[in-house]
């Protein structure tokens, strides 16, 4: 079964500029979860989708977005991007939205922003 | 409010020795989830274990082992005869009911050297 697939793997924008980020889950997944990972404030939760709906969000600014489509792939948006926007981003699929359900990684999303 | 604390930042064994990481989170919760997750020098989080509040048993798989003990509100993680392929940086979570997304903890990078 392939894993989750996340594209593109590397980026490179400038301030001021938006990026879309891509997330596939594992076949047969409906959540879709995204996580922003610096070195300063570690692993930290964007947002979180099942069924194409928003179920939790982390405390990020509005530049942050996201959604989910009918099958269950996953865009997350970054607009009017800032240089502490700089980190990996990862997604995670679950088959459900349950407290026990276990969370699997992707490779992540480097953005590095100049 | 829910936390997690990996006091250990980064460790360093030689080949063979047994290391323990350690664990604390905390939570109301009487209802919650606790995992490891494992992350290599690629990036990508490769999930170990889940356990969830109820069941404080202890859990072997091969050379790793966990000791989730409650009245402590700890779950540590040990390697025993680390290996070389071991090295990567090693993060606790934690899902409770009331918060409902997952939190980890700011990771714990172990070298293990030849």
């Known amino acids: 079964k392939a894993g989750v697939t996340q594209t593109p793997r590397y980026l490179i924008k400038t301030r001021g500029q938006q990026v879309t980020l891509s997330c596939s889950p594992i076949s047969g997944h409906r959540s879709v979860s995204w996580y922003q990972q610096t070195p300063g404030q570690g692993l930290q939760f964007l947002f979180e989708?099942?069924?194409?709906?928003?179920?939790n969000k982390g405390n990020f600014p509005g530049r942050f977005s996201g959604r989910q489509f009918s099958n269950s792939r996953s865009e997350m948006n970054v607009s009017t991007l800032e240089l502490g926007d700089s980190a990996l981003y990862l997604c995670?699929?679950?088959?459900?939205?349950?407290?026990?359900?276990?969370?699997?990684f992707g490779p992540g999303t480097r953005l590095l922003v100049l | 409010a829910q936390k997690v604390t990996q006091a250990q930042t980064e460790i360093s064994v030689v080949e063979k020795e047994d290391v323990t990481l350690d664990c604390v989170y905390e939570?109301?919760?009487?209802?919650?989830?606790l995992f490891w997750y494992k992350q290599p020098p690629s990036g990508e989080l490769v999930f170990l274990i889940r356990r969830n509040s109820f069941d404080e048993q202890n859990e072997i798989s091969g050379r790793y082992s966990w000791n989730f003990q409650k009245s402590t509100s700890s779950f540590n993680f040990t390697i025993t005869a680390s290996q070389v392929v071991d090295s990567a940086v090693y993060f606790c979570a934690l899902r409770g009911l009331s918060y409902d997304k997952v939190i980890f903890g700011p990771g714990t990078s172990l070298s293990v050297i030849p």
């Open positions: 989708y099942f069924s194409e709906t928003q179920r």
């Open positions: 939570t109301r919760d009487t209802t919650y989830y």
């Open positions: 995670a699929s679950s088959i459900g939205v349950g407290l026990q359900e276990t969370q699997y």
